[in-house]
Protein backbone atom coordinates (compact mmCIF):
# COMPACT_ATOMS: atom_id res chain seq x y z
CA UNK A 1 0.00 0.00 0.00
CA UNK A 2 1.55 3.42 -1.37
CA UNK A 3 0.74 6.73 1.10
CA UNK A 4 0.66 9.68 -1.43
CA UNK A 5 -1.23 12.02 0.32
CA UNK A 6 -0.12 15.82 -0.53
CA UNK A 7 -1.66 16.42 2.89
CA UNK A 8 1.38 14.71 4.78
CA UNK A 9 3.73 17.18 3.67
CA UNK A 10 2.41 19.36 6.74
CA UNK A 11 2.63 17.18 9.26
CA UNK A 12 5.78 18.56 10.34
CA UNK A 13 3.44 22.46 10.06
CA UNK A 14 1.99 21.01 13.08
CA UNK A 15 4.87 21.35 15.53
CA UNK A 16 4.46 24.72 15.66
CA UNK A 17 1.06 25.20 17.23
CA UNK A 18 1.75 22.06 19.19
CA UNK A 19 5.13 23.58 20.44
CA UNK A 20 3.48 27.22 21.34
CA UNK A 21 0.93 25.08 23.62
CA UNK A 22 2.95 22.04 24.94
CA UNK A 23 5.95 23.42 24.97
CA UNK A 24 6.61 21.02 28.07
CA UNK A 25 6.06 17.95 25.82
CA UNK A 26 8.34 19.04 23.22
CA UNK A 27 11.56 19.48 25.63
CA UNK A 28 10.91 16.39 26.84
CA UNK A 29 12.76 15.12 22.87
CA UNK A 30 14.39 18.45 22.88
CA UNK A 31 17.95 15.99 24.39
CA UNK A 32 17.29 13.60 21.43
CA UNK A 33 17.26 15.66 18.39
CA UNK A 34 20.42 14.27 17.11
CA UNK A 35 18.79 10.72 17.01
CA UNK A 36 15.31 12.23 15.60
CA UNK A 37 17.53 13.06 12.99
CA UNK A 38 19.67 10.61 12.58
CA UNK A 39 16.66 7.80 12.53
CA UNK A 40 15.55 10.17 9.65
CA UNK A 41 18.29 9.88 7.92
CA UNK A 42 18.15 6.43 8.23
CA UNK A 43 14.48 5.51 6.16
CA UNK A 44 16.23 7.95 3.49
CA UNK A 45 19.34 5.89 3.43
CA UNK A 46 17.47 2.70 3.04
CA UNK A 47 16.73 3.17 -0.67
CA UNK A 48 20.82 3.90 -1.84
CA UNK A 49 22.70 1.59 -3.40
CA UNK A 50 26.30 1.45 -2.80
CA UNK A 51 26.78 1.48 -6.85
CA UNK A 52 24.87 4.80 -7.06
CA UNK A 53 26.52 6.90 -4.23
CA UNK A 54 30.31 5.65 -5.80
CA UNK A 55 28.72 7.04 -9.13
CA UNK A 56 27.66 10.59 -7.51
CA UNK A 57 31.03 10.51 -5.58
CA UNK A 58 32.67 10.41 -8.76
CA UNK A 59 31.74 13.50 -10.41
CA UNK A 60 32.83 16.11 -7.36
CA UNK A 61 32.50 19.29 -9.33
CA UNK A 62 28.43 19.78 -9.11
CA UNK A 63 28.62 19.35 -5.35
CA UNK A 64 31.77 21.61 -4.60
CA UNK A 65 29.67 24.37 -6.84
CA UNK A 66 26.38 23.60 -5.01
CA UNK A 67 28.59 24.19 -2.19
CA UNK A 68 30.36 27.09 -2.49
CA UNK A 69 26.97 29.08 -3.54
CA UNK A 70 25.53 28.01 -0.08
CA UNK A 71 28.70 29.15 2.21
CA UNK A 72 29.97 32.04 0.27
CA UNK A 73 27.95 33.56 -2.74
CA UNK A 74 24.42 33.71 -1.11
CA UNK A 75 25.89 35.54 2.41
CA UNK A 76 27.94 38.11 0.26
CA UNK A 77 24.33 39.05 -1.50
CA UNK A 78 22.35 39.32 2.16
CA UNK A 79 25.15 41.34 4.31
CA UNK A 80 24.04 44.24 2.33
CA UNK A 81 20.84 44.07 2.21
CA UNK A 82 20.79 43.26 5.99
CA UNK A 83 23.21 45.93 6.84
CA UNK A 84 21.16 48.64 5.04
CA UNK A 85 17.72 47.53 5.95
CA UNK A 86 17.87 45.24 9.19
CA UNK A 87 20.62 46.19 10.89
CA UNK A 88 19.58 44.74 14.01
CA UNK A 89 19.25 41.27 12.75
CA UNK A 90 22.21 42.14 10.24
CA UNK A 91 24.39 39.25 13.01
CA UNK A 92 21.72 36.56 13.02
CA UNK A 93 20.91 36.78 9.17
CA UNK A 94 24.87 36.22 8.33
CA UNK A 95 24.97 33.45 10.66
CA UNK A 96 21.86 31.91 9.03
CA UNK A 97 23.18 32.45 5.61
CA UNK A 98 26.29 30.81 6.35
CA UNK A 99 24.93 27.67 7.27
CA UNK A 100 25.66 24.20 5.45
CA UNK A 101 23.15 22.13 4.07
CA UNK A 102 20.90 20.74 6.91
CA UNK A 103 21.80 17.28 7.31
CA UNK A 104 18.05 16.57 6.99
CA UNK A 105 18.32 18.06 3.47
CA UNK A 106 18.63 14.71 1.50
CA UNK A 107 15.92 13.03 3.33
CA UNK A 108 13.91 16.07 2.47
CA UNK A 109 14.73 15.49 -1.60
CA UNK A 110 13.90 11.52 -0.55
CA UNK A 111 10.55 12.61 0.66
CA UNK A 112 9.77 14.85 -2.80
CA UNK A 113 11.78 12.10 -4.98
CA UNK A 114 15.07 13.84 -5.02
CA UNK A 115 18.51 12.06 -5.93
CA UNK A 116 19.43 11.20 -2.51
CA UNK A 117 22.97 10.21 -2.93
CA UNK A 118 23.28 13.13 -4.80
CA UNK A 119 21.86 15.13 -2.31
CA UNK A 120 23.89 13.38 0.51
CA UNK A 121 27.15 14.57 -1.22
CA UNK A 122 26.38 17.79 -1.53
CA UNK A 123 25.24 18.14 2.26
CA UNK A 124 28.43 16.05 3.10
CA UNK A 125 30.81 18.55 1.32
CA UNK A 126 29.05 21.74 2.40
CA UNK A 127 29.30 20.93 6.28
CA UNK A 128 32.95 19.78 5.90
CA UNK A 129 33.54 22.94 4.48
CA UNK A 130 31.54 25.27 6.92
CA UNK A 131 33.86 25.05 10.06
CA UNK A 132 36.49 27.30 8.05
CA UNK A 133 34.13 29.75 6.42
CA UNK A 134 31.54 30.36 9.35
CA UNK A 135 34.06 31.80 11.01
CA UNK A 136 36.49 33.45 8.22
CA UNK A 137 32.99 35.24 7.26
CA UNK A 138 32.27 36.35 10.64
CA UNK A 139 35.67 37.97 11.15
CA UNK A 140 35.96 39.28 7.20
CA UNK A 141 31.82 40.84 7.96
CA UNK A 142 32.09 41.88 11.25
CA UNK A 143 35.18 41.49 13.17
CA UNK A 144 34.16 39.25 15.68
CA UNK A 145 36.24 36.34 16.86
CA UNK A 146 34.38 32.98 16.92
CA UNK A 147 36.21 29.29 17.48
CA UNK A 148 34.01 26.41 15.80
CA UNK A 149 35.12 22.58 16.61
CA UNK A 150 36.26 21.22 13.83
CA UNK A 151 36.17 18.12 15.74
CA UNK A 152 33.27 18.37 17.15
CA UNK A 153 31.94 19.47 13.72
CA UNK A 154 33.71 16.38 12.36
CA UNK A 155 32.02 14.17 15.17
CA UNK A 156 28.24 15.60 15.10
CA UNK A 157 28.27 14.57 11.05
CA UNK A 158 29.70 11.22 12.26
CA UNK A 159 26.90 10.37 14.33
CA UNK A 160 24.10 12.26 12.38
CA UNK A 161 25.52 11.39 8.85
CA UNK A 162 27.93 8.66 8.34
CA UNK A 163 26.50 5.79 10.99
CA UNK A 164 22.75 5.91 9.49
CA UNK A 165 24.05 6.10 6.29
CA UNK A 166 26.50 2.91 7.40
CA UNK A 167 23.12 1.30 8.57
CA UNK A 168 21.21 2.16 5.99
CA UNK A 169 23.57 0.77 3.02
CA UNK A 170 23.73 -2.33 4.63
CA UNK A 171 19.86 -2.57 5.23
CA UNK A 172 19.54 -2.16 1.29
CA UNK A 173 22.52 -4.95 0.71
CA UNK A 174 21.26 -7.38 3.46
CA UNK A 175 17.59 -6.98 3.12
CA UNK A 176 16.97 -5.53 -0.38
CA UNK A 177 13.34 -7.46 0.22
CA UNK A 178 12.64 -6.55 2.92
CA UNK A 179 13.62 -2.85 1.53
CA UNK A 180 11.73 -3.09 -1.42
CA UNK A 181 7.68 -4.21 0.52
CA UNK A 182 8.45 -1.46 2.88
CA UNK A 183 10.04 1.81 1.51
CA UNK A 184 6.24 3.12 0.41
CA UNK A 185 6.08 3.85 4.58
CA UNK A 186 9.36 5.47 4.81
CA UNK A 187 7.92 8.81 3.64
CA UNK A 188 5.40 9.14 6.42
CA UNK A 189 7.82 8.04 8.63
CA UNK A 190 10.17 10.47 8.16
CA UNK A 191 7.58 13.34 7.73
CA UNK A 192 6.48 12.42 11.59
CA UNK A 193 10.37 12.10 12.30
CA UNK A 194 10.70 15.95 11.12
CA UNK A 195 7.75 16.92 13.18
CA UNK A 196 9.19 15.47 16.67
CA UNK A 197 12.50 17.45 15.22
CA UNK A 198 10.97 20.49 14.59
CA UNK A 199 8.53 19.84 17.82
CA UNK A 200 11.46 19.90 19.86
CA UNK A 201 13.58 22.25 18.76
CA UNK A 202 10.81 25.03 18.99
CA UNK A 203 9.39 24.05 22.72
CA UNK A 204 12.38 25.64 24.50
CA UNK A 205 11.52 28.66 22.76
CA UNK A 206 7.44 29.17 23.29
CA UNK A 207 7.13 32.37 25.02
CA UNK A 208 10.00 33.86 22.27
CA UNK A 209 7.63 32.67 19.36
CA UNK A 210 4.25 33.91 20.72
CA UNK A 211 5.74 37.59 21.80
CA UNK A 212 7.16 37.93 18.09
CA UNK A 213 4.57 36.25 15.81
CA UNK A 214 3.08 40.07 14.51
CA UNK A 215 6.46 41.34 14.48
CA UNK A 216 6.59 42.22 10.74
CA UNK A 217 9.68 43.74 10.75
CA UNK A 218 11.06 40.17 11.96
CA UNK A 219 9.11 38.49 9.38
CA UNK A 220 10.41 40.78 6.66
CA UNK A 221 13.72 39.81 6.85
CA UNK A 222 13.49 36.11 7.52
CA UNK A 223 11.49 36.15 4.07
CA UNK A 224 14.19 38.42 2.32
CA UNK A 225 16.94 35.51 2.98
CA UNK A 226 15.06 32.95 2.32
CA UNK A 227 13.95 34.97 -1.29
CA UNK A 228 17.51 34.98 -1.48
CA UNK A 229 17.98 31.52 -0.95
CA UNK A 230 15.41 30.29 -3.41
CA UNK A 231 16.67 32.85 -6.13
CA UNK A 232 20.58 31.26 -5.90
CA UNK A 233 18.91 27.44 -5.64
CA UNK A 234 16.79 28.57 -9.31
CA UNK A 235 20.14 30.05 -10.87
CA UNK A 236 22.22 26.59 -9.38
CA UNK A 237 19.94 23.87 -11.09
CA UNK A 238 20.39 25.60 -14.44
CA UNK A 239 23.41 22.86 -14.71
CA UNK A 240 21.07 20.17 -13.06
CA UNK A 241 20.84 17.53 -15.71
CA UNK A 242 17.78 15.53 -14.55
CA UNK A 243 14.62 16.33 -12.19
CA UNK A 244 15.64 14.54 -9.27
CA UNK A 245 19.15 16.44 -9.51
CA UNK A 246 16.96 19.54 -9.76
CA UNK A 247 15.32 18.51 -6.98
CA UNK A 248 18.05 17.61 -4.68
CA UNK A 249 20.26 20.42 -5.39
CA UNK A 250 16.86 22.74 -4.51
CA UNK A 251 16.47 20.82 -1.22
CA UNK A 252 20.70 20.95 -0.02
CA UNK A 253 19.56 24.94 -1.11
CA UNK A 254 16.75 25.46 0.41
CA UNK A 255 17.00 24.00 4.03
CA UNK A 256 19.91 24.41 6.18
CA UNK A 257 21.51 23.55 9.25
CA UNK A 258 19.38 25.52 11.63
CA UNK A 259 20.21 22.71 14.30
CA UNK A 260 24.14 23.61 14.11
CA UNK A 261 23.18 27.43 14.13
CA UNK A 262 21.19 27.08 17.57
CA UNK A 263 24.18 25.77 18.85
CA UNK A 264 26.85 28.63 16.97
CA UNK A 265 24.23 30.90 18.79
CA UNK A 266 23.90 29.86 21.94
CA UNK A 267 27.86 29.64 22.71
CA UNK A 268 28.84 32.62 21.14
CA UNK A 269 25.92 35.27 20.37
CA UNK A 270 22.66 36.74 22.40
CA UNK A 271 19.06 36.72 22.42
CA UNK A 272 18.30 38.35 19.28
CA UNK A 273 20.34 36.22 17.03
CA UNK A 274 18.24 33.42 18.55
CA UNK A 275 15.24 34.70 17.90
CA UNK A 276 16.21 35.55 14.13
CA UNK A 277 17.11 31.66 13.84
CA UNK A 278 14.27 30.54 15.79
CA UNK A 279 11.66 32.59 13.20
CA UNK A 280 13.64 30.52 10.48
CA UNK A 281 13.11 27.44 11.66
CA UNK A 282 9.20 28.66 11.81
CA UNK A 283 9.57 29.53 7.95
CA UNK A 284 11.86 25.95 7.61
CA UNK A 285 8.86 23.94 8.98
CA UNK A 286 6.35 25.65 6.52
CA UNK A 287 8.33 25.45 3.59
CA UNK A 288 8.59 21.58 4.29
CA UNK A 289 5.28 21.73 3.35
CA UNK A 290 5.45 23.65 0.55
CA UNK A 291 8.37 22.75 -1.26
CA UNK A 292 6.46 20.75 -3.41
CA UNK A 293 4.69 23.73 -4.95
CA UNK A 294 7.87 25.71 -5.32
CA UNK A 295 10.17 23.48 -6.66
Not at 31 to 50: E, K, N, Q, R, V
Not at 69 to 91: K, N, S, T
Not at 137 to 142: D, E, P
Not at 273 to 287: D, G, Q, R, S, T
Amino acid sequence: MKIKSPLLNFIPVLSIPIAVYLPQIGKLFSPYTSWLLGALLFFSFCGISFDALIKAVKKPIKPFFVSIVILLVAPLVVFPIMERFFPIYLLGALIFMLLPSAVSSPAIASIYNGNVPFATVNAVFSNLLSPFTIPLFLVLFIGASVEISTAAMLLQLLIIIVIPFVLGLIANSYTPKFIEKTKSYYRPINLFLLFLLFFAILSPYSKELVGNLLNGHLWLAVFIVHLVLYFFSKLTVLHATSKSEKISIESNMMFLNIGLAVVIVQNYFGPTEMLFIIFCEIFWVVLVGLFKFIK
